[in-house]
């Protein structure tokens, strides 16, 4: 791959961190310049008013972090909180726990009873990618009691944490899965094209470039595609990917929240849902 990414091997468990701005209304980071809207509020809510969602998880093995080779970032979330960096979020919270697992014994669950709210876990790349291929993989496990009525961006990639421009997965009213990029029309799955009460897999793929392409895949198939568009991504110098967001960031309409995430993973090559 060509561009600015350090060589060496996986970033662990909670690795390199971008380090977040000052927080407003209690939050831990900065959420300015995630998503067109962004939520206000204090601290952490607690559970209560959201409904957790039972049961095991779905789906076959998937490789562990030690099993990854030559991936920028890989997380499964069985490593202590503390190491994964700063958390950014208003009234929501985020974090690992058990309730539901793809793989190992954590995932981490982001959740807020308030409406147009935030919580998401900033990751940071090693070294800035401004040129080849990224590609980005997690799961997501959306639960039946999720009512999507606005937009919700559930992963995002920014050239920093900070930073207003983005590339992102968001989920859609219809259950519709859909592809963003800052200041381009967004491009939407087919209708239902996001599964629940179940574990799927997400890979957003980006040949980073002012004539660019975006794919974003669910479960291995492409849903929505951006074949001609530039992905170096301004707010930092030189342009191009750092960092990204993950959990959840909604409109003003967006009712309470919960889903949860697990095995992410950032490479130069296609990571597939294994």
């Known amino acids: 791959m060509g561009g600015s990414m350090g060589s060496g091997g996986v970033v662990g468990q909670g690795g390199t961190f971008a380090t977040g701005g000052s927080g407003f209304g209690g939050s831990e980071g900065s959420a300015t310049g995630g998503a067109p809207e962004n939520g206000t509020g204090g601290g952490a809510m607690g559970m209560s008013g959201v409904s957790g969602v ?6 076959g093995a998937v490789r562990g972090c030690s099993n990854i080779t030559g991936a920028f970032v890989c997380n499964d979330f069985e490593s202590p909180a503390a190491s994964w960096g700063p958390k950014d979020r208003g009234q ?3 974090d690992r726990d058990t309730s539901q697992v793809r793989q190992g014994s954590f995932a981490l669950h982001a959740y807020s009873a308030a409406s ?3 919580a998401l876990q900033v990751v940071s790349l090693p070294s800035r990618v401004t040129s080849g291929e990224l590609y ?14 606005d937009w919700l961006v559930a992963l995002e990639l920014k ?3 900070t930073c207003s421009e ?3 997965f968001d ?3 219809g259950d519709i899965a859909m592809l963003s990029r800052s200041g381009v029309p967004s491009v939407k799955g087919a209708p239902a094209s996001l599964p629940r009460n179940r574990w799927f897999c997400v890979e957003l793929a980006v040949t980073l470039s002012s004539t660019g392409s975006v794919r974003l895949l669910v479960d291995g198939s492409t849903v929505a595609s951006m074949p001609s568009v530039n992905t170096l991504l301004s707010g930092a110098v030189p342009a191009g990917i750092a960092a990204f967001r993950l959990g959840f960031i909604t409109g003003p309409n967006q009712g309470p929240v919960e889903l949860w995430a697990d ?6 090559q296609a990571i597939g849902c294994n």
Do not use: E, H, M, W
């Open 54 to 59: 039972g049961g095991a998880a779905t789906g």
């Open 92 to 94: 929501g919270s985020i």
């Open 116 to 118: 147009a709210d935030y």
């Open 136 to 149: 980005v993989r997690t799961f997501f496990f959306l639960p039946s009691s999720l009512n999507i009525n």
């Open 159 to 161: 050239s920093c944490a």
């Open 166 to 168: 983005k590339i992102s």
């Open 171 to 173: 989920l859609a009213p």
């Open 263 to 268: 095995a992410l993973v950032a490479s130069p």
